[in-house]
T-cell receptor, first 109, second 115 residues
Framework: DAKTTQPNSMESNEEEPVHLPCNHS???????IHWYRQLPSQGPEYVIHGLTSNVNNRMASLAIAEDRKSSTLILHRATLRDAAVYYCILRPTGNQFYFGTGTSLTVIP | ETGVTQTPRHLVMGMTNKKSLKCEQHLGHNAMYWYKQSAKKPLELMFVYNFKEQTENNSVPSRFSPECPNSSHLFLHLHTLQPEDSALYLC??????????????FGPGTRLTVL
């Protein structure tokens, strides 16, 4: 299973953009990059995913490096409800996901 | 009710008890999963079911016994557990297939404490 490396924790001020990095130097050509987040006392929820091109949705943007060995989840304006643990996951074929320890994001009012 | 539901939300049991966790999904998905989340550890995939057939068992001890009677329901039967089995047990579902864009939908989890 491919591994990802994320900082243990990050802080952001409310209403400011947040860039959450993820390194995945052993990624294979067919691995999709998924991001999930887990709010306190809840199960993880899907945020965004991509393969090679940058992706945008209503929750966030995903910027993928040209060599695909790293990616960055971008929250454009952090709110207090965005405080959560963010997981960067490489998804190989099949239905499996392998979660790492994630980045705990603190949003400061 | 929509999404993935899990019952009970909290469970305290002794090491000699037998209990079951229930998961139900109302999304029309055909794949379901059990995960274990221990304190300060990554989520661990336990079991995977595709169309009611178990396709993955990640070396889970036999004191955990899954059951998938249909595509909408998933159970985890527990017996003679150990205190180190105390954790948050999460159920998830996803559309069937080996496509790369299948997201997983998680339930809120069952917080299990083994005394």
């Amino acid at each position: 299973d491919a591994k990802t490396t994320q900082p243990n924790s990050m802080e952001s001020n409310e209403e400011e953009p947040v860039h959450l990095p993820c390194n995945h130097s052993t990624i294979s050509g067919t691995d999709y990059i998924h991001w999930y987040r887990q709010l306190p006392s809840q199960g993880p929820e899907y945020v965004i995913h991509g393969l090679t091109s940058n992706v945008n949705n209503r929750m966030a943007s995903l910027a993928i490096a040209e060599d695909r060995k790293s990616s960055t989840l971008i929250l454009h304006r952090a709110t207090l409800r965005d405080a959560a643990v963010y997981y960067c996951i490489l998804r190989p074929t099949g239905n499996q996901f392998y979660f790492g320890t994630g980045t705990s994001l603190t949003v400061i009012p | 009710e929509t999404g993935v539901t899990q019952t009970p939300r909290h469970l305290v049991m002794g090491m000699t008890n037998k209990k079951s966790l229930k998961c139900e999904q109302h999304l029309g998905h055909n794949a379901m999963y059990w995960y274990k989340q221990s304190a300060k550890k990554p989520l661990e995939l336990m079991f995977v079911y595709n169309f009611k057939e178990q396709t993955e068992n990640n070396s889970v001890p036999s004191r955990f016994s899954p059951e998938c009677p249909n595509s909408s329901h998933l159970f985890l039967h527990l017996h003679t557990l150990q205190p180190e089995d105390s954790a948050l047990y999460l159920c998830a579902s996803s559309p069937l297939g080996t496509g790369y864009d299948n997201e997983q939908f998680f339930g809120p989890g069952t917080r299990l404490t083994v005394l």
